[in-house]
């Protein structure tokens, strides 16, 4: 039998909002958390350290709220918390599975969940921990993009995995354009040119300036999380150096 090794030993999931709702528009969908579980069980099975960022658009997005007259700021925040919301739902679907997890917030909620604190989190992270880190980066006008890749680069993580509706970066936006073509590899910088826009610049800077490889692929097909994890080629690989 030939003996499969994950290629890579830590990783930073960044599952959306949008993700938790399954096919409904807005809140939590208890069967896509179950299986969401599952696969992540399945990665902590094989030794693979996994911190967890969630976005929170399935609640509230400040964006939104401002274009509906609400303060910019006041907005962000309810859409931080939003996150802690989905956090706190993705850690009771893990303990459901046995799988023990932390939830860090970048905003200190004592009582609900522990504060952000990195070397706390690398030591859970070593010890077989799944931590979520909620509230984004803790502050207003940024995205839980931008958090995952701040969170991931901090944990030394292998790898920044963008799970999400589409099964790639394309040359524009595929729910948009049918036409549009899938890039198995790009470099931030051709991100950055083209103005492929399936993750904030703030995000993709970020990653290029700390050389942090960035997957994004499609969390609703079967099997391409383990599938990815063991370096099959699935969705699309962002990295430095031209291939
Ligand atoms: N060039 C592109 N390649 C892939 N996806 C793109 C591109 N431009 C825009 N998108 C969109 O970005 C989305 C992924 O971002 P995500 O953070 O998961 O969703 P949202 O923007 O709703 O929070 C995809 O659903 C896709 O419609
Ligand atoms: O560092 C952060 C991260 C998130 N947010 C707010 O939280 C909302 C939810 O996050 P995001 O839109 O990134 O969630 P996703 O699209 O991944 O579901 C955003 O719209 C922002 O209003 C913020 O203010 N600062």
Redesign the pocket.
């Known amino acids: 039998m030939v003996e499969r090794r994950p290629a890579y030993q830590r990783i930073l999931l960044k599952l959306?909002?949008?993700?938790l709702a399954g096919d409904a528009d807005m809140g939590i969908d208890p069967k896509v958390l179950s299986r969401m579980a599952l696969e992540i069980g399945q990665l902590v099975g094989i030794g693979v350290e996994v911190g967890i960022v969630l976005?929170g658009?399935n609640l509230f997005r400040g964006a939104a709220l401002q274009a509906a007259g609400l303060d910019r700021v006041a907005g962000d925040h309810m859409g931080m918390l939003a996150t802690v919301m989905n956090g706190l739902a993705m850690r009771d679907a893990l303990e459901r599975n046995n799988i023990k997890t932390r939830v860090m917030s970048a905003i200190p909620m004592s009582g609900v969940v522990d504060h952000y604190d990195r070397r706390a989190a690398t030591r859970a992270l070593q010890s077989g921990d799944v931590c979520i880190f909620v509230a984004g980066t803790g502050n207003p006008f940024f995205t839980t993009?931008t958090a995952a890749c701040l969170r991931g680069i901090e944990i030394n993580a292998n790898v920044v995995i963008?799970a999400?509706?589409?099964d790639?970066?394309?040359?524009?936006?595929?729910?948009?354009d049918p036409t549009?073509v899938k890039y198995d590899y790009l470099t931030f910088d051709e991100v950055l040119e083209k103005k492929?826009?399936?993750?904030d610049l703030t995000a993709i800077c970020l990653c290029r300036d700390q050389n942090m490889p960035l997957r994004?692929f499609d969390m609703n097909k079967q099997g391409a999380l383990l599938n990815l994890i063991f370096g099959h080629t699935e969705g699309t690989l962002i990295g430095k150096q031209p291939r």
């Open positions: 959306s909002g949008e993700a976005g658009g993009d963008k999400t509706k589409v790639g970066v394309y040359n524009a936006d595929p729910m948009k549009a492929l826009g399936v993750m994004v």
